[in-house]
T-cell receptor, first 114, second 114 residues
Framework: QQQVKQSPQSLIVQKGGISIINCAYE??????FPWYQQFPGKGPALLIA?????SEKKEGRFTISFNKSAKQFSLHIMDSQPGDSATYFC?????????????FGTGTKLQVIP | NAGVTQTPKFQVLKTGQSMTLQCAQD?????MYWYRQDPGMGLRLIYY???????DKGEVPNGYNVSRLNKREFSLRLESAAPSQTSVYFC?????????????FGNGTRLTVT
């Protein structure tokens, strides 16, 4: 059972364009929504995160939009650069049974072409 | 500051062999986790340790055992490897069990079972 659905699976964007990755979740007990960025041969690293009481969070060229009623959230990368080429995972987090339960989406492989 | 260190980076096993994946963190984090990453499936939690001396099963624990040796080290053991355990394994740590404490990942161990 995939509790966090992520799309698209892969994305090709031209340099300077906008990259958009979408996620939907089912469990309303989630209360934190991070995005992780993973480069080849490396582990994922936290990119940006949002709480459900906020509709948008922006950090530099990266913005999370959050729609609590629709149980959807998305990552927008403005002015996409070749260095942004990586795999992006959305996630949903909550405290369950005494530990931080993080459920990851299936990942989006982004390629930014010059 | 090394962060989370995993060894080995690569390993090939034959069906039925055993091995231990090692993980150490130098951030004085309380919680540690083992995930596996498979194409199209995101990251799935195998085992976690909320604090030194405690371990618990995650989503996909079958075929694995863990040991939280001390606060720094958390190892994952495959007693009798199977081809279905071919995957990339990531160790992660977080400061607290809280829902918004970011996960810090190592660079992974790529395991192939033939």
């Amino acid at each position: 059972q995939q509790q966090v659905k992520q799309s698209p699976q892969s994305l090709i964007v031209q340099k300077g364009g906008i990259s958009i990755i979408n996620c939907a979740y089912e469990n309303t007990a989630f209360d934190y929504f991070p995005w992780y960025q993973q480069f080849p041969g490396k582990g994922p690293a936290l990119l940006i995160a949002i709480r459900p009481d906020v509709s948008e969070k922006k950090e530099g060229r990266f913005t999370i939009s959050f729609n609590k009623s629709a149980k959807q959230f998305s990552l927008h990368i403005m002015d996409s650069q070749p260095g942004d080429s990586a795999t992006y995972f959305c996630a949903a987090s909550g405290t369950s049974g005494g530990y931080q339960k993080v459920t990851f989406g299936t990942g989006t492989k982004l390629q930014v072409i010059p | 500051n090394a962060g989370v260190t995993q060894t080995p980076k690569f390993q090939v096993l034959k069906t039925g062999q055993s091995m231990t994946l090692q993980c150490a963190q130098d951030m004085n984090h309380n919680s540690m986790y083992w995930y596996r990453q498979d194409p199209g499936m995101g990251l799935r939690l195998i085992y976690y340790s909320a604090s030194e001396g405690t371990t618990d099963k995650g989503e996909v624990p079958n075929g694995y055992n863990v040991s939280r040796l001390n606060k720094r080290e958390f190892s994952l053991r495959l007693e009798s490897a199977a081809p279905s355990q071919t995957s990339v394994y990531f160790c992660a740590s977080s400061e607290e069990r809280n829902y918004n404490s970011p996960l810090h990942f190592g660079n992974g161990t790529r395991l192939t079972v033939t």
